[in-house]
């Protein structure tokens, strides 16, 4: 599996951290979901990276990021609450779409899952919602700031210690809270839904997870974690909520209806002898296909790319070599040469003309390809330079050499 580093803005114009974690790299992406963690959470707890890693496994790519204030995301917690956290996810999920596509599952823990709720119905590409130890209404974590009503109606703002850390919170948080106080919104939800809790959830009473089933219409499931503790601190705990999402999900996202539409993982068809290249995203990544092949092509993250497969020019590279080190194995072989091995290093740049020795043109910028060619064996002197002149003989290197005609038509 791969992840990649995943900047976004909030509405505020501040820089929101997250970790985009995707399947193997030859695995096609299914679906995309965003996970939302637990409040005063961060992208990196437990529960959020082990389901996240699960659910890439099966195909399904998970965003999961810090909410404004907190982890490696810009902005004071203080100045937000729970309408900016349901903000941070719809940004989340704008940005999503811009380079890949829209989410169609979101996943909430905790207080995330109450966002999720809220967020789910301002973003039609959604098809199914889970919620995981979640409150039926935001404003049940009033009661964790209950010591600090005095100062918050005082002064305006407080500390608060939640876990083992130390937070400021303003009057507004609790404003805020308090215009969160029914399920309505869960009965307007309109999608698919999977309730995960804990009947030992010492955090979130179990009754939360009934308030939201009783409010939810169908399709709707419970799914109940037994000795689960609220953070799903045990790796099986959080591997078994992965597990069963991934195949409950499959029924209502449709698991391999995306990737048929981008034309990856769903065999096309290429008739032998050429190549198919399709869109994965919207901006560098390729499915690449033969009548019996597919893999990926991407630019490093340095150039605005996920890095999830070989640049164009890295698989220009690899042809060559890997017709040069197939022509050596074929000479070897018909000539009894005691070749035990033979590997094949290439580089690609672009050099003044002028540098060029063994170059005609003398002016501008030429693309140069090195290629160093390691042979292992008991091999005299003058086998050796043989095997380096049939590297020159290698139909790609010929078909490079021999200045290709290369005719552009729109398919029909």
């Known amino acids: 599996m791969s992840r990649v580093k995943f900047q976004f803005s909030n509405t505020s114009g501040q820089q929101l951290a997250g970790l985009l974690e995707l399947p193997p790299l030859d695995q096609p992406v299914s679906h995309y979901a965003i996970f939302a963690h637990c409040f005063t959470c961060g992208k990196d707890i437990a529960a959020a990276s082990r389901i996240s890693r699960a659910l890439a496994k099966k195909g399904i790519a998970v965003l999961r990021f810090d909410f404004t204030g907190l982890g490696n995301s810009d902005g004071d917690f203080a100045n937000t609450n729970f309408s900016s956290n349901v903000q941070d996810l719809l940004a989340a999920a704008n940005e999503l779409e811009i380079r890949y596509q829209p989410p169609s599952l979101l996943i909430g823990h905790s207080l995330g899952g109450a966002a999720v709720l809220a967020a789910a119905q301002q973003l039609p590409s959604v098809k199914a919602v889970s919620t995981i130890g979640a409150p039926a209404t935001a404003d049940h974590v009033q009661h964790l700031f209950s010591s600090t009503k005095p100062t918050l109606e005082s002064e305006g703002q407080a500390e608060v210690k939640i876990g083992f850390r130390t937070f400021t919170i303003k009057q507004q948080l609790l404003d805020d809270l308090n215009r969160y106080t029914n399920v309505e919104y869960i009965r307007q939800l309109n999608r698919a839904l999977l309730i995960f809790h804990s009947p030992v959830d010492s955090v979130v009473s179990v009754d939360q997870a009934a308030k939201i089933y009783q409010a939810a219409q169908h399709p709707k499931s419970f799914i109940s974690l037994d000795q689960a503790d609220h953070l799903l601190s045990r790796k099986e705990d959080a591997e078994y909520v992965a597990e069963a999402l991934s195949a409950w999900a499959s029924r209502y996202l449709g698991a391999s209806q995306v990737a048929e539409e981008r034309g990856f993982g769903s065999a096309p068809d290429v008739p032998a002898g050429e190549v198919l290249v399709t869109e994965l995203d919207k901006r560098f990544l390729r499915g690449l296909f033969t009548d019996s092949h597919q893999l990926m092509a991407d630019e490093p993250e340095n150039y605005g790319g996920s890095n999830l497969g070989p640049s164009p020019y890295d698989l220009l590279l690899m042809a060559l070599g ?62 050796k330079v043989r095997l380096l002149e049939m590297a020159d003989r290698c139909p790609v290197h010929r078909t490079l050499e021999n200045q290709p005609v290369i005719t552009t038509k729109e398919a029909i």
């Open 322 to 383: 890997a017709c040069t080190s197939m022509t050596l194995r074929l000479y070897a072989s018909h000539k009894q040469i005691p070749l035990t091995d033979v590997s094949v290093r290439l580089a690609h740049e672009k050099v003044h003309a002028e540098d060029c020795e063994q170059c005609e043109q003398k002016e501008g910028y030429i693309d140069c390809m090195t290629r160093h060619i390691t042979l292992k064996g008991d091999l005299t002197p003058e086998q």
